[in-house]
Nanobody, 126 residues
């Protein structure tokens, strides 16, 4: 599976951005997709995830209400709508695919994700 993330950029605090992650290749193996982010000097953290079939979602507690994850199966694309952005949201955002989860639960650790996009930088100015 190949992933292509896009949509990052520079935005003022309070603004919005929508990230996209287009999947190609063996997309039939996708069971869940997720967005992660990594700020300078910090560890990569889970942002949100979505089940490829059914569309169930999971958010990091601190981001619920401001970020919305969605997917378009026909376009094989996942989105992350980010509203009310804050300077602390500044990070490289990466999309990833989980092909092995066999339960209805989400796996939020990056070690469980098999394929990764290249990341897109989001910078929020104060």
């Amino acid at each position: 599976v190949q992933l292509q993330a896009s949509g990052g950029g520079l935005v003022q605090a309070g603004g919005s951005l929508r990230l996209s992650c287009a999947a190609s290749g063996r997309t039939s193996s996708i069971r869940a997709m997720g967005w992660f982010r990594q700020a300078p000097g910090k560890e990569r953290e889970f942002v949100a995830g979505i089940k490829w079939n059914g569309g169930r979602t999971l958010y990091a507690d601190s981001l619920r209400g401001r970020f919305t994850i969605s997917r378009d199966n026909a376009k094989k694309t996942m989105y992350l709508q980010m509203n009310s952005l804050k300077p602390e949201d500044t990070a490289v955002y990466s999309c990833a695919v989980d092909t092995r989860v066999i339960t209805s639960d989400f796996r939020t650790g990056p070690e469980f994700y098999d394929y990764w996009g290249q990341g897109t930088l989001v910078t929020v100015s104060s």
